[in-house]
């Protein structure tokens, strides 16, 4: 199993940047596919970005391509979320998801959860 906790939301204004944090604990972090999600209130919970196991690999949502960044410090048992140039639409809860099954980077199948950290965007 892996324990993940995300840190680094908090407000900001339209066009500024963020970066969010999850720390995973576990047995082989360096094995885990880890993904980054997102839920507003009364929408379902939407894929953002993926990195596979040794980082080489990324798969990002439309909406955030070219402002979003993932990577992974696997020394750091950590993963991160670059996020520019943010916009309204972007204001959500995010957060971290390990799948330790596949080295794909994909959108469906994450095992574990982190607890969540709010962002939001102010136009």
């Known amino acids: 199993q892996v324990q993940l906790v995300e840190s680094g939301g908090g407000s900001v204004q339209a066009g500024g940047s963020l970066r969010l944090s999850c720390a995973a604990s576990?047995?082989?972090?360096?094995?885990?596919?880890m993904g980054w999600f997102r839920q507003t209130p009364g929408k379902e919970r939407e894929f953002v970005a993926a990195?596979?196991?040794?980082?080489?690999?990324?798969n990002y949502a439309d909406s955030v391509k070219g402002r979003f960044t993932i990577s992974r410090d696997n020394a750091k048992n950590t993963v991160y979320l670059q996020m520019n140039s943010l916009k309204p639409e972007d204001t959500a809860v995010y957060y971290c998801a390990a799948d330790p099954t596949t080295w794909r980077p994909r959108q469906t199948g994450y095992d574990y959860w982190g607890q969540g950290t709010q962002v939001t965007v102010s136009s």
């Open positions: 990195i596979s196991w040794a980082g080489s690999i990324t």
């Open positions: 576990g047995r082989t972090f360096s094995s885990y596919t």
